[in-house]
């Protein structure tokens, strides 16, 4: 059964750089059907769809985030990044790690999701 | 972008009770649509893709319907476990982007 972890740290100071790491078991990250994505949910602005990565290292980001995101996936490790820079308050939120399917699009298997607190 | 809004907000159901939920997009996107069931505290699942297709696994007292700007998420015959929020997902074009939710609450 595929599995999906997210880690990294729960507390981001304003202005720096939060980073996640998202640990992918049973399955391979080199699965050429899927996209890994990254998702995070927050009371203000609900489900945000932040960007997709494939295996490859191919990228889409939501342009509302794209001057600050960046994602990078190492095969060898079967685990994709995240990174967001200069942080605010507004980006404070469960940040989820989810696998999305190439033909439908639709986020099939999601990580548990790790709360991010922006500090200031 | 395209927004995906949702209704009702909330809803007050009885067990066995048939739940209807809707989702509207702000422009047309086929049949490129998700459901998603979310409980407190854990990431959603995904119930149903290509707006009427069951993900495996799921019950089938969920069933979904739509195309082009008006979808529908149907509960047959609403069960404890299915108390929870709904989200759908719009799988046309990129950002994607979802609905803001659907309560689905006990009498």
């Known amino acids: 059964q595929l599995h999906l972890q997210e880690s990294g740290p729960i507390l981001v100071m304003s202005s720096e750089t939060l980073s996640l790491t998202c640990t992918v078991s049973g399955g391979s990250i080199k699965d050429y059907h899927y996209f890994w994505v990254w998702i995070r949910q927050s009371p203000g602005k609900g489900l945000e769809w932040i960007g997709d990565i494939y295996y490859s290292g191919d990228t889409y980001y939501n342009p509302s985030l794209k001057s600050r995101v960046s994602m990078s996936v190492d095969t060898s490790k079967n685990h994709f990044s995240l990174r967001l820079s200069s942080v605010a308050a507004a980006d404070t939120a469960v940040y989820f790690c989810?696998?999305?399917?190439?033909?439908?699009?639709?986020?099939?298997?999601w990580g548990q999701g790790t709360r991010v607190t922006v500090s200031s | 972008d395209i927004q995906m809004t949702q209704s009702p907000s909330s809803v007050s159901a009885s067990v066995g009770d048939r739940v209807t939920i809707s989702c509207r997009a702000s422009?047309?996107?086929?049949?490129?649509l998700g459901w998603y069931q979310q409980k407190p505290g854990r990431a959603p699942k995904l119930l149903i893709y290509?707006?009427?297709r069951l993900q495996g696994g799921v019950p089938s007292r969920f069933s979904g319907s739509g195309s082009g700007t008006d979808f529908t998420l149907t509960i047959s015959s609403l069960q404890p476990e299915d108390f929870a929020t709904y989200y759908c997902?719009?799988?046309?074009?990129?950002?994607?982007?979802f609905g803001g939710g659907t309560k689905v609450e006990i009498k």
């Open positions: 422009q047309g996107i086929s049949t490129y």
């Open positions: 290509a707006a009427s």
């Open positions: 997902q719009q799988a046309n074009n990129f950002p994607l982007t």
């Open positions: 989810a696998r999305r399917t190439l033909d439908y699009f639709v986020f099939d298997f």
